[in-house]
């Protein structure tokens, strides 16, 4: 793959390559002002390993479909977000040079195909929403890579690729990203959230100018 050091180039979705969210989570069950205890119970239920991954995430999607969160109405909500500056220009630049590029994310994948190019990620670790003809939630299927699974998901793309992970990049802002920054071979801290992610990344870029990652990925 053109002799390059790190053929694989994954990011986080949600405050890395999208702006104005921290976690796209949030910000749509403020905006559609969904049953917070409800959901912050589910929440804990999963952090206290009460259930699963799966459960959480159809639980999430039952609040926003009572709350008339449709493909249209999230559609415009998103439209007050921005994709990261310099983030496209960054993703092209990586693509000419024969980099493949991923991300892997709790977020969800109507996200990405509304804000950006299709064809620009080889691989999205991901959750997914399918929705009925009128645009109302039918179901999704849950990713099995976030949070510390995240290192997983790496893993298995590294596989596929034929590659260690310490041949990969790793760009990611939030408490959230710690295990696969520890699994990658060059993990960015970008626009951090997080002291921890900080602390352990290789490198930190703390301008809002996701080109600034370019000079370190080779």
Not at 33 to 56: L, P
Not at 138 to 157: C, S
Not at 162 to 184: M, P, Q, R, Y
Request: charged share 25%; proline share 2%.
């Amino acid at each position: 793959m053109n002799n390059l050091k790190y053929p694989l180039v994954c990011f986080d979705l949600d405050g890395t390559l999208v702006d104005d969210t921290i976690y796209i989570w949030k910000t749509l069950h403020e905006g559609f002002n969904t049953d917070a205890y409800a959901r912050k119970q589910a929440m804990d239920d999963y952090f206290n390993n009460k259930i699963t991954y799966k459960e959480w995430f159809d639980h999430d999607l039952i609040l926003l479909h009572k709350a008339g969160a449709t493909k249209s109405a999230m559609k415009q909500m998103f439209n007050s977000l921005s994709i990261m500056p310099g983030a496209i220009k960054t993703l092209k630049a990586l693509k000419l040079k024969g980099h493949k590029l991923a991300i892997i994310s709790g977020s969800l994948d109507i996200v990405v195909n509304h804000l950006f190019p299709e064809d620009l990620f080889d691989y999205m670790l991901i959750n997914k929403i399918y929705f009925d003809a009128k645009g109302q939630i039918l179901n999704g299927i849950h990713t099995p890579y976030d949070i510390e699974k995240k290192a997983d998901g790496l893993k298995y793309l590294c596989e596929k690729e034929g590659i260690s992970t310490k041949e990969a990049v790793f760009v990611g802002d939030n408490e959230n990203d710690l295990w696969i920054a520890k699994e990658a071979g060059l993990s960015i801290a970008f626009n951090c959230k997080s002291k921890k992610l900080s602390e352990i990344s290789h490198i930190e870029i703390k301008q809002k100018d996701m080109t600034q990652i370019l000079p370190h990925i080779s």
